[in-house]
């Protein structure tokens, strides 16, 4: 009703009313409607990460799960996953290549610019940038529901020669990261993930690939 009163919506006398008198308030756990109901979860955000690490091991990659609740700024979570990934590539630490970074969770944008984002683009864009072009490291970011923010678009994939190509493509990348239009950049690339809706929603999915180096 705050929200109502301070912006002045007119509403139906029913909706007011409702309001009013709380006939419209959420039922609560105690509700006796409830007495008979069961809750089941049948898939985390876990579950997917560890079927994602078993899938791994099939193809001899060794798997690190970093967490399911991984939050904060998308482009710096980027900095700091793109940092270890750098250091298993040219450490072997804390894994040795060939591996696979795993995490789940949701990050956030805080925009800045008019462009066309979502998170998990921003997340990539961010790591093209702290990666800058590895020739030996990949990257997957989606929201497993289908939709990452407001896009058309699950996520999108990150290659060596992403930053190659967009800037054959005459798209400088930290401007558009400036201008949050990530989207754009991937789309441009041929580079979006596009699933459609899933009809589920595990929270976001991120997979960074180190493949090991060439035996001379």
Known sequence: MEIVNRYGIE??????????TGAAETSKADDPRFARCESHIIATAQQALAAAAAAARTQGIVPLVLGDA?????REAA???GGIALSCAAHGVPLPAPCV????????????????????????LGLALALGGHERIHAIACDTDGIDGSEDNAGALLSPDTPVRAAAAAIDLRARLAENDAYSVFDALGDLVVTGPTRTNVNDFRAILIEPAEKK
Request: hydrophobic share 40%; charged share 20%; aromatic share 2%.
């Open 79 to 81: 900095r700091v996953l």
């Open 70 to 74: 991984i939050e904060g700024e998308a």
């Open 101 to 124: 970074l795993l995490s789940g969770g949701e990050t956030t944008v805080t925009v800045r610019g008019s462009g066309h984002g979502g998170r998990n683009a921003e997340f990539l």
């Open 11 to 20: 509403l139906p006398a029913d909706a007011r009313q409702a309001l009013l």
